[in-house]
């Protein structure tokens, strides 16, 4: 199975300041066959399903703010809040959906 | 709009069954197949397999292999997952998320049926 692990395990972060999240996986996710990254970032507030926010490492879903930004390659991943706002206090989780079984790394916890 | 609706919590005992629906709207049921997603408390999200809504096909993750059954009524645009041999570690919100169309990426999420196992 490919493991995912994120960093840090929790962040707090001042209203407007800039925050990023890490993401490692233990085999890359990349299809060099198809150019494509299979790597995607949800963000799950209390008592919701997790929300589809980044997919293919770094294209934003319609109506996700331009706020959130997702990078990286091969094995490792970044999401960046650009500017951190009081409504993006979440959990936020990678996953890979490259190779079954589909893995989602422990989760980051975003406080202000 | 597309939505994904689950049927509501359930409290089990050891050693029975579970089955819980997922009833879609707002697209064409069987173009996309729909995954299974369980969050126990306090941990990471696991996947649990996935059915091809379609043809029916499935693949579950190995851990529940033998205990977990993914079915379909198409007529109805509503899937099912069943789990057997229930145990307490099973305790978990269970949710359904649509496939975007082929990739594996899950884009529409249900909102989650609790399942609680106790005696």
């Known amino acids: 199975d490919i493991v995912m692990t994120q960093s840090p395990d929790s962040l707090a972060v001042s209203l407007g300041e800039r925050a990023t999240i890490n993401c490692k996986s233990s085999?890359?996710?990349?299809?060099?066959?198809?150019?494509?990254?299979?790597l995607a970032w949800y963000q799950q507030k209390p008592g919701q399903p997790p929300k589809l926010l980044i997919s293919?490492?770094?294209t934003r879903e319609s109506g996700v703010p331009d706020r959130f930004s997702g990078s990286g390659s091969g094995t490792d991943f970044t999401l960046t809040f650009s500017s951190l706002q009081a409504e993006d206090v979440a959990l936020y989780y990678c996953?890979?959906?490259?190779?079954?079984?589909?893995?989602f790394g422990q989760g980051t916890r975003v406080e202000i | 709009q597309i939505h994904l609706v689950q049927s509501g919590a359930e409290v089990k005992t050891p050693g029975a069954s579970v089955k819980i629906s997922c009833k879609t709207s707002g697209y064409s049921f069987n173009r996309n197949a729909i995954h299974w997603v369980r969050q126990a408390p306090g941990q990471r999200l696991e996947w649990m397999g996935w059915m091809n809504s379609d043809k029916g096909n499935t693949i579950y993750s190995q851990k529940f292999q033998g205990r977990v059954t993914m079915t379909k009524d198409t007529s109805a645009s509503t899937a099912y997952l069943e789990l057997s041999s229930l145990r307490s570690e099973d305790t978990a919100v269970y949710f359904c998320?649509?496939?975007?169309?082929?990739?594996?990426?899950?884009?529409?999420w249900g909102q989650g049926t609790l399942v609680t196992v106790s005696s």
């Open positions: 293919w490492a770094s």
């Open positions: 998320a649509r496939d975007d169309g082929g990739s594996y990426l899950t884009d529409f």
């Open positions: 996953q890979q959906y490259y190779r079954s079984p589909l893995t």
């Open positions: 085999q890359t996710v990349l299809d060099s066959s198809k150019n494509k990254t299979y």
